[in-house]
């Protein structure tokens, strides 16, 4: 875990309000507050910050859009601090696939947050299996 000084927290909520000026209303700066108050970001050094926030920041989704909509996961273990790291760094934590969609982080899964949606699954199976239940046919 990397804890932030000041002056590296400043320099980091900057560079997220200027790569993703939309995410200004979740306001950066206390996301990275909290997460560094808590423990620290799961990287290195402050370069693996940087390179992390940058990937984290710049994924897009199949369509096109923003694949990230909000900062506030980019404390959290995954993908981007994996990606992001140097040879000589072993990630203090991993990330969790999902139990039904293994290529998508459990707690953020977009194929169960659709099934979600579409009223296929219920949100406590959020990144946990799920069999539907077998409806009667009489």
């Known amino acids: 875990m990397y804890k932030l000084t000041d002056q590296e927290g400043q320099r980091l909520t900057a560079m997220m309000t200027a790569a ?3 995410w200004i209303p979740n306001k950066p700066g206390a996301v990275l507050r909290e997460a560094n108050d808590a423990g620290g970001l799961p990287g290195k050094d402050f370069g693996h910050c940087i390179r992390a926030l940058a990937h984290y920041a710049t994924q897009t989704d199949p369509a096109g859009g923003w694949a990230k909509r909000t900062p506030n996961f980019y404390p959290q273990d995954g993908k981007h ?3 992001t790291a140097p040879d000589d760094w072993q990630a203090p934590r991993t ?3 999902c139990e039904d969609h293994p290529t998508f982080e459990a707690h953020t899964c977009r194929a169960c947050w659709g099934d979600i949606k579409a009223g296929l699954r ?3 199976k959020l990144g946990k299996h799920h069999t539907p239940e077998s409806e009667d046919h009489d």
Do not use: L
């Open 20 to 22: 993703r000026p939309d």
């Open 81 to 83: 601090w994996s990606a």
């Open 95 to 97: 990330w969790t696939p």
């Open 122 to 124: 219920p949100e406590a």
